[in-house]
């Protein structure tokens, strides 16, 4: 780490730019659903259509999802602050009551999301302590009906609406 700041204010400072937040899911070897709450989820590339995102480098959850071949990204809306929570903790029966369907490729696409990209795995690479996943989009989905996506900033929670 620098030696002109800590982690914790790394942390802190950049935790003034507000990130989106989404919920990486799949099917683990046993065909159990998995899930990972994202807050570094971007747009790679249009032409071929690539996304990219930065699970942690000791998640259990991911290499579980990865074995797949395949992952759906699901963005949360405003109202899904339990599942964010919940899923960003690597705890047995995350899915227990929670509605899903399945993406084309058999990964979760968890009811209430706002849009859904379903995709297979281009590349990962090790970038620090994550690693740097890029995925091919297969399929897409805009969902209506919530109006506010959710975003993470300052440590917390918050839903934020596109200006009319």
């Not at 507000?18 to 899930?35: E, F, Y």
């Not at 795995?121 to 996943?133: N, P, T």
Request: hydrophobic letters at 40%; proline letters at 6%.
């Amino acid at each position: 780490m620098n030696k002109a700041f800590n982690s914790k204010q790394f942390r802190q400072v950049l935790g003034n730019f507000p990130t989106g937040v989404v919920i990486v899911s799949g099917i683990d070897k046993s065909g159990l659903p998995q899930g990972v709450t994202i807050g570094s989820f971007t747009s790679v590339s249009l032409d071929p259509p690539l996304v990219g995102f930065f699970p942690n480098f000791t998640s259990a959850s991911w290499p579980a999802i990865a074995s797949s071949g395949s992952f759906c990204v699901n963005v949360l809306a405003e109202d899904q602050g339990e599942l964010c929570w919940r899923f960003a903790k690597e705890t047995v029966g995350r899915y227990e009551g929670v509605q899903w369907t399945p993406a084309p490729s058999g990964s979760p696409k968890i009811a209430g999301a706002i849009a859904y990209i379903d995709c297979t795995i281009e590349s990962s690479s090790q970038v620090g302590d994550h690693l740097f996943v890029v995925g091919r989009v297969q399929h897409l989905e805009d969902v209506s009906g919530s109006d506010k996506a959710m975003v993470f900033f300052r440590g917390a929670v918050a839903g934020v609406s596109p200006l009319t």
